[in-house]
């Protein structure tokens, strides 16, 4: 029942790297010096692929993990507050709900009165995505878009800008709008590295972050001028703003800074090679008889838990994934502690294969209720094991709101856990848990269902 709390609420609600400290002085100069920061810390964001998300019931992102490295150096305790749109965030800020904006916020004019810039600067632009070819051969200048066939989510800023650049250039971009309700940035990226369409622009910090998943992308090229943001405080609070900017001055912080950028900006997120595999003497991996053994604690096929091996690690112990995820079965580390699995056996083949199974039993036990069909039921673990248990309860929640069937996987739930990448279904009332990327789940699910139809043909049970 420990484990099954653990995975299904537990996880979700204990707020991360948090402790416990007094009041303590902030590091501002002459009459700012008297200012002291409180002892709980109250941050604003938003969900966000950049910024804020939960994957494997861990709370992650790039402005997450940065003002968790803050309030932990500080010593304070960390107040999360997620809003649902930038607007109603600067709302919670002049209220004094919150202290501190952890989201990159546009220093215009529009919110210079409201908002006291600080951390550090993020510098973004829109860029063209782009195919690299085989031949170097690439779109290097906006001049070169006459002509060409560009994609954008309908009225948004990217048509106005491709609208106002087109008439820059007295015509001949032929700019395609696509219904937003249909298809949203990361698709059209993803169509791009496809080949299903030739061209579309994003912002450059989405880019930067697709092209962790599509290697074959160029985003090199910019499209608009460059927009400044940054995280805010309220300008009733130039002290709070100092503290921010001189921690983040200081070596550790721009490490970790630098490692963040890596992590969320840098590292592939498709971390195995392809899915290339010979089936050898009827043998899946040198692990079967570890996957035999444990299988049967849950009444599974051990081939369909090989195939998630499989997808996950390629059977490599030694693989360590972009969020930190270890070992044949890709164990998240919160996740790891939980069932009191050290950082030390985690790589363990036999220990790391034993907690996965232990995983997926209790993942099935929270299930039963939402889909009695037991063999149905497989696939919404196998893919609550790759999501977090919280994304399937919210895509369970959409499919039955937009009557899609709340039982069946295939067509139906997994349409409803795509839905999650859009902010009108993830900010949802039904929705609990926020922006998740629901296409790395759906490709995740239909690779281990294809492996293992591959499996009960070539591997006997």
């Known amino acids: 029942m420990?484990?099954?709390?653990?995975?299904?609420?537990?996880?979700?609600?204990v707020v991360s790297l948090l402790?416990?400290?007094?009041?303590?002085?902030?590091?501002?100069?002459?009459?700012?010096?008297?200012?002291?920061?409180?002892?709980?810390?109250?941050?604003?964001?938003?969900?966000?692929?950049?910024s804020y998300f939960i994957y494997r019931e861990e709370r992650m992102g790039y402005d997450y993990d940065l003002i968790s490295r803050f309030v932990s150096d500080k010593g304070l305790y960390l107040d999360l507050a997620v809003a649902t749109s930038l607007a109603s965030m600067v709302e919670m800020l002049d209220s004094g709900i919150i202290d501190v904006i952890a989201y990159e916020v546009p220093i215009t004019a529009e919110y210079k009165d409201r908002v006291l810039p600080c951390g550090i600067e993020n510098i973004t632009c829109q860029v063209l995505v782009q195919p690299k070819r085989a031949d170097g051969s690439r779109i290097d200048d906006v001049t070169g878009l006459v002509g060409r066939d560009v994609y954008v989510e309908k009225d948004s800023k990217y048509q106005h800008r491709l609208e106002n650049l087109n008439e820059e250039l007295g015509g001949g971009i032929r700019i395609h709008p696509i219904d937003k309700d249909t298809l949203i940035t990361e698709d059209l990226i993803a169509m791009v590295s496809e080949g299903s369409i030739p061209l579309t622009v994003?912002?450059?910090?989405?880019?930067?972050?697709?092209?962790?998943?599509?290697?074959?992308l160029d985003i090199t090229l910019d499209v608009s001028f460059q927009q400044r943001s940054a995280w805010g405080v309220s300008p009733e609070k130039p002290w709070l703003a100092d503290s921010l900017d001189a921690w983040m001055s200081q070596e550790a912080p721009k490490r970790t800074q630098a490692m963040l950028l890596?992590?969320?900006?840098?590292?592939?997120?498709?971390?195995?090679?392809?899915?290339?595999?010979?089936?050898?003497?009827?043998?899946?991996?040198?692990?079967?008889?570890?996957f035999r053994h444990y299988a049967g604690e849950m009444d599974w096929d051990w081939r369909l838990i090989a195939s998630q091996g499989f997808v996950e690690?390629?059977?490599?112990?030694?693989?360590?994934?972009?969020?930190?995820?270890?070992?044949?079965?890709?164990?998240?580390?919160?996740?790891?502690?939980?069932?009191?699995?050290?950082?030390?056996?985690?790589?363990?083949?036999?220990?790391?294969i034993r907690t996965a199974v232990a995983i997926m039993k209790d993942l099935d036990k929270l299930l039963v209720k939402y889909v009695p069909d037991a063999e149905e039921r497989k696939k919404f673990v196998v893919g609550a094991y790759n999501s977090g248990l919280a994304h399937v309860?919210?895509?369970?929640?959409?499919?039955?709101?937009?009557?899609?069937?709340?039982?069946?996987?295939?067509?139906?739930?997994?349409?409803?856990?795509?839905?999650?990448?859009?902010?009108?279904?993830?900010?949802?009332?039904?929705?609990?848990?926020g922006y998740f990327r629901g296409r790395q789940t759906v490709v995740y699910v239909r690779e281990v269902m294809d492996f293992y139809s591959r499996c009960k043909r070539e591997v006997p049970l």
């Open 313 to 352: 690690s390629r059977f490599d112990t030694t693989v360590v994934s972009w969020a930190g995820a270890r070992g044949i079965m890709q164990i998240m580390p919160g996740t790891a502690r939980a069932y009191g699995l050290s950082a030390e056996d985690v790589a363990n083949p036999e220990a790391n």
């Open 2 to 13: 420990r484990h099954i709390l653990v995975i299904g609420v537990v996880l979700l609600t």
């Open 19 to 50: 402790s416990c400290g007094g009041r303590h002085d902030v590091s501002g100069t002459g009459k700012d010096a008297q200012f002291r920061l409180p002892d709980t810390l109250r941050v604003g964001t938003l969900y966000s692929p950049t």
């Open 262 to 290: 890596k992590r969320y900006f840098e590292l592939s997120k498709n971390d195995v090679s392809p899915l290339n595999f010979r089936f050898s003497n009827g043998r899946i991996s040198p692990y079967d008889n570890l």
């Open 202 to 216: 994003v912002d450059s910090d989405i880019a930067r972050l697709n092209k962790t998943y599509y290697r074959d």
């Open 393 to 433: 309860y919210d895509a369970i929640a959409l499919a039955r709101k937009y009557g899609k069937n709340p039982h069946v996987w295939d067509g139906n739930v997994e349409e409803a856990i795509l839905m999650k990448s859009k902010p009108e279904y993830y900010n949802d009332e039904v929705c609990k848990y």
